[in-house]
């Protein structure tokens, strides 16, 4: 048994003696750990220290983030808010679906340790993102993955390819969530910097509703789940060797390892402790574990805690008071229990054989004390070190290759017009990794637990049904087109927003809110920090457009290798909610004979099309001009077909253009298909490779039964959608037949697109 | 008809048996692990999941269990019971059915929809079902490999104790293209895929007529109920 | 730590997937000379104080009937370390 | 047959849910004097000829670079049997 240190920096010693810090260590700039001092009018213990240091990081306090994202909450007008019963700044944000029922949802990054470890990196993203949705009280329903890599071709991408898609496969599987969707990105930006982001949706009734504060003095503070143990702090080891003799552990690992079923068993402990109202307050454990856990809890009820911190059950004894108090161990929680709850809270986590122990009560004091047996530790604000910290006014600067950028349109590439190249060029972007079949990395989540799941991959979005009783169903879709940001970060994110929006309207939901989770590279280049003003501001400007506002989400700076920064990828994420689940539409056709429209015009944008990456490799110009008076016109409309029962499919039209969707809306079931563009190329002035691949906004094909046509069409002029009958679904030919251009045997076709990703990753 | 179903930690797919038992007409009553009272059930379904996180063996820890020791009990006696990919797991693991399950011969997870064949629809979970019908259910597993040696193998074939073989594509290497199988006396059923999560339409396998309208898997569940009506 | 080591190995004549993969891999980088690998579980059973014969015995009866599943398995060897 | 065994474990600070699950399965069991389980591999590569030295300098290079994972396990034993 390794021993239990009693060494330790307490208060006392603090107040008596002045001392050299690793402050710098810890990641703290010179006037933070100057104001530390100043609010505690000592130098801070070395347990004081760490909680500071690891609260006051950008990944926790936002700092230099904080201006921008503000506007997420004032961009909004009162119909907005209507249904809005949590907003930013809990754990995630809360939306009312009515019939008593309400919706916690929210994406979060686990990209850095996912690079350093993809699969562990991964499964612990998954985990901590479902915890926050727990917290909220909700039961979680689904989780969604969005996922950024290297070139396929370099030779460390499939080791986090397989990394990461294992480790989602492993921690969702198990906890027995299904997985509806997500995104798969190749390119070689995010070669040193892969993007895990995580997503996770739960329900729960109006009264479950739980936050996050510790408000009534005399409850106790309750530790429970996994044990702590020495994962995920090596950053502190710093401050573990000053404090510690010499035969202890030194270097303890950066990396925290899951274990779902611990999860899995504590999300049902954690629902029957909520039915049977024994929890006041409840916090996951997450990034800086009990530090963040215990300040928030008391900041966020405006009251103190004492907490004694040698009652927390530990996987090895001889941990630090600054390694417990930072240890990112998984699978715990934190909760706010009664005294007189306590024999109730006690039986429910014995059942389910979860570990626990009290480790203190809320105070009626604004200070958080912490105990080391005998020896005060820490003895602080708690507001200070879960709220008050810094906030960073960056510079802020116009990159100086924006505007090359912008003027090296793809004007300039070379248009096909002979047939063959064209339909060449079609089969090439259908088996590009990023517009290939993604299977080989859905294919290894289970999309069918818990029996709810109405559409998931390969549809356009993912759709739950929560009621069983009305069919009452949410869906959701997520999408993040860095190349569109790099181009234009403002545009970009309102592109993002745009095609989860389409992509939740096309399955005849209505879309309701946002989450979303900011990619971007260091604040500390003024550069990026542009990116990441302009992103933030176009999308809080198109959330208050299109009246869906943002609920929560997260960032993730410093996505970066030397110099070179990712694309800004802000991943946005769009919820929508459908009346029953039996008026789905699914994204491909079924049917014989239903005529094939297209809905909206398409203009000549290829600039930063996935034409342009894969033809040409080229990325430059002017990202397709955001139009989102028509997207909600597009939505409008389908929604209202969608309850008349008028449309058998619908798919939107995003990367690879008409070309593409087309394709894709033939594939998910096998049906062919004859279609004509001559109508197009006339309608809106264009050539073929602009009909076939430009990537215009609010643009969406749909199928419609033959017996619907005219009063289909009739709706479509009523409500100002431009619409143009481009083809017929034809299932006996089994091929894809453009008139005047190529004809593509479905077989073909799919063997190409399902074979790109096994072949790339076995 | 009251059908238990054993929901252990870590257990996943136990609302979606019941609900199944339910569509199918019969009443589901739910069993606790830790219990040896398994409340008078006519029927029991070993749902799927990852009990105990499937560590060690999967099925392995969840075999000690209570609530198995006496299914396993009863099943001598006659008490019919289905094994769904977990619960396939568990009842190898417990000896009621021979042979093991073992990594997927490709390592990974795999969630498809399955075609299958029944092969013998003389046991209680089958007996509605066509002599080589073939149906489709969905699939989805990391484990469910089955390997026996080749005289169990043998003796398996020529009693007909194999209920069900994958068509189309073997998604995880079992020997003999096994997907399920039954005991001598044809009360005790497991298989890998899940029958469960084909018994509602909406919420199925996609079928030629529509997006996820597959109900093949509720004739096991009617199955039973009328073998017990008959019994 | 005291402790009792259990070695587990999928049985000689059964299919062994990871093992094959990892074999597999092997060639591919060149390592001809492995002719095949196995992959079997190395399980540490700790103690908090000197490890008896009759810690063993029990050791040997929980390997066999509970951390290996003698139809697949075989129990390999059981070692103590003090 | 010649083989060399490698044996791989979890990082001692790092959690090992198997590890974990058997060790709470065994205390059910009434196996109270086992005070913690940890469950690693052993990885047995078969050659068809006798083995030299190196082939175990090279079995050394494979077990630290491919077999396991630095950042959450350790090569605890490198041996053979011929
Ligand atoms: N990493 C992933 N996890 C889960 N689902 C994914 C993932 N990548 C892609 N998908 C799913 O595969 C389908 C096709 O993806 P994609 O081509 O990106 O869709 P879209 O055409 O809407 O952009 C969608 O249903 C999407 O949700
Ligand atoms: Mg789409």
């Known amino acids: 048994m390794r021993k239990r240190p009693t060494n330790v920096d307490t208060v006392s010693d603090a107040i008596a003696n002045d001392k050299e810090q690793p402050w710098k260590e810890l990641g703290l700039k010179q006037d933070e750990y100057q104001e530390i001092k100043t609010i505690l009018g000592r130098r801070p ?139 798969t990105v190749f390119d070689k930006v995010y070669q040193g910097n892969p993007l895990v982001n995580a997503l996770a949706v739960g329900v729960m009734k109006h009264e479950d509703l739980k936050l996050a504060k510790a408000s009534n003095p005399g409850d106790l503070v309750i530790l429970f789940g996994a044990r702590t143990g020495g994962d995920g702090i090596g950053g502190v080891s710093v401050l573990a060797s000053e404090t510690f003799d010499s035969t202890g552990p030194t270097k303890r690992p ?219 169903g949410i869906t959701l879709a997520t999408d993040a087109n860095g190349k569109y940001c790099q181009l234009d970060p403002y545009h970009g994110a309102q592109l993002a927003l745009a095609e989860a929006y389409r992509n939740v309207a096309v399955t005849g939901a209505k ?54 920064a990712i694309y800004p990828t802000p991943v946005v994420g769009v919820l929508g909610v459908i009346d029953n689940v039996a008026r789905r539409i699914p994204s491909g056709w079924q049917d014989e004979g239903n005529n094939i429209y297209l809905l909206g015009t ?161 | 008809m009251k059908i238990g179903v054993i929901t252990y930690p870590g257990t996943l797919d136990d609302r979606d048996a019941q609900r199944a038992i339910r569509l199918a007409g019969g009443t589901p009553v739910p069993l606790w692990h830790a219990d040896s009272d398994i409340k008078k059930v006519d029927a029991v379904v070993l749902p799927g999941g990852f009990s105990y996180g499937d560590y060690l063996r999967c099925g392995a820890i969840a075999a000690q269990a209570p609530a198995t020791q006496e299914v396993v009990r009863l099943a001598a006696q006659g008490l019919p019971v289905l094994g769904i990919c977990n619960g396939f797991q568990i009842l190898v693991e417990s000896r009621l059915l021979p042979g093991g399950l073992i990594r997927n011969e490709h390592q990974h997870f795999i ?44 003796m398996l074939e020529a009693e007909n104790r194999v209920v069900f073989r994958y068509l189309d594509v073997n998604p995880n290497g079992s020997m003999n293209d096994i997907a399920g199988l039954t005991n001598e006396r044809g009360n005790v059923v497991g298989l890998m895929p899940h029958p469960e999560h084909a018994t509602e339409a909406g919420f199925g396998p996609d079928t030629d007529i529509a997006t996820r309208s597959g109900v093949d898997g509720l004739k096991f569940f009617q199955s039973v109920l009328k073998a017990l009506v008959n019994a | 730590m005291p402790k009792i080591i259990v070695e587990i190995m999928p049985k000689q004549d059964l299919l062994d997937p990871p093992g094959k993969a990892v074999a597999n891999a092997l060639k591919r980088s060149g390592h001809n000379d492995i002719v095949n690998v196995r992959i079997g579980k190395r399980i540490e059973l700790h103690f908090d104080r000197p490890i008896t014969q009759a810690d063993l015995d029990s050791a040997g009866r929980v390997a066999a009937s509970f951390l290996s599943n003698d139809v697949i398995e075989d129990v390999v060897a059981i070692t103590k370390e003090d």
């Open chain 1, 511 to 564: 879309p309701k809110a946002v989450t979303n989770c900011l990619n971007f590279g260091s604040p500390e280049n003024p550069e990026v920090m542009w990116q990441f003003k302009e992103a933030t501001a176009g999308l809080a400007d198109a959330c208050m457009e299109l009246g869906v506002p943002v609920t929560g989400g997260n960032v993730s700076f410093y996505n970066q290798t030397g110099d070179v």
């Open chain 1, 45 to 183: 213990t070395s347990s004081e220290l760490a909680m500071y240091s690891v609260m006051w990081s950008e990944h926790c306090s936002y700092k230099s983030s904080k201006i921008y994202l503000r506007q997420f909450g004032e961009k909004v007008t009162p119909a907005m808010k209507k249904d809005l019963m949590v907003g930013m700044g809990e754990n995630a944000g809360v939306v009312d679906i009515g019939e008593g029922l309400a919706v916690t949802f929210k994406v979060e990054s686990h990209n850095h340790p996912s690079y350093i470890e993809p699969f562990q990196g991964a499964a612990t993203g998954v985990g901590g993102i479902v915890r926050d949705i727990l917290t909220m009280g909700a039961r979680p329903i689904a989780v969604m993955d969005q996922l950024r890599f290297g070139a396929p071709s370099d030779p460390d991408t499939a080791r986090v390819v397989h990394g990461v898609t294992s480790g989602i496969s492993f921690y969702g599987n198990c906890l027995g969530l299904p997985n509806i969707g997500g995104e």
């Open chain 1, 602 to 762: 398409t203009k000549d944008e290829l600039d930063g099309s996935a034409w342009a990456e894969t033809i040409h490799g080229h990325l430059g110009g002017k990202p397709p001009v955001v139009d989102l008076a028509s997207e909600k016109k597009l939505a409008d409309l389908i929604h209202g077909a969608a309850i008349q029962g008028m449309i058998e499919a619908a798919h939107d039209i995003s990367e690879g253009g008409l070309a593409i969707a087309i394709v894709e809306a033939a594939l998910r079931f096998n049906v062919g298909a004859r279609i004509w563009l001559d109508e197009v190329l006339e309608r809106d002035n264009l050539d073929l490779t602009a009909a076939l691949f430009s990537e215009s906004q609010a643009r969406v094909i749909v199928s419609v039964g033959r017996e619907d046509d005219v009063k289909f069409q009739a709706l479509c002029e009523a409500r100002g959608v431009p619409v143009l009958r481009i083809g017929v679904t034809d299932k006996a030919s089994g091929l894809i037949e453009i008139k005047d251009l190529a004809s593509f045997e479905l077989n073909e076709v799919r063997k190409g697109w399902a074979s790109t990703l096994p072949e790339l990753f076995g």
């Open chain 1, 254 to 472: 950066a990396v925290q390892v899951g274990d779902p079923f611990a999860e899995k068993v504590l999300i049902e402990c954690c629902l029957e402790l909520f039915y049977a109202g024994v929890v006041a307050g409840i916090q996951d454990l997450g990034g800086a574990g009990i530090s963040c856990a215990t300040s928030e809890l008391a900041s966020n009820g405006g009251k103190g805690m004492k907490v004694q911190l040698q009652n927390v059950l530990l996987r090895d004894d001889s941990l630090t008071p600054e390694e417990i108090l930072m240890s990112e161990s998984q699978e715990r929680m934190m909760a706010i229990v009664p005294t007189k709850d306590l024999k109730a809270f006690k039986a429910i986590v014995t059942k389910w054989e979860v570990e626990y122990s009290v480790l203190g009560e809320v105070i009626d004091e604004d200070r958080l004390y912490i105990n080391w047996g005998e020896q005060e530790i820490v003895n602080v604000p708690p507001r200070t070190v879960a709220h008050d910290g810094p906030v960073y006014h960056r510079p802020v600067e116009y990159p100086k290759y924006q505007d090359a950028l912008n003027a090296n349109s793809s004007k300039t590439l070379l248009r096909a017009s002979a047939p063959a190249e064209l339909a060449k060029q079609i089969l090439a972007i259908v088996t590009s990794p990023n517009q290939a079949d993604k299977s080989w990395i859905t294919a290894q989540y289970d999309r069918y637990v818990m029996g709810n799941t109405a559409l998931s991959m390969p549809d356009d979005a993912g759709m739950i049904r929560v009621s069983e009783e009305t069919g009452l």
């Open chain 2, 111 to 154: 969630c498809r929809d399955q075609r299958i064949r029944v092969e013998n629809t003389s046991t209680a979970w089958t007996n509605l079902f066509e002599q080589d019908e073939e149906i489709t259910i969905p699939l989805k597993n990391a484990e469910g490999g089955y390997i026996a040696s080749a005289e169990t193998l043998k």
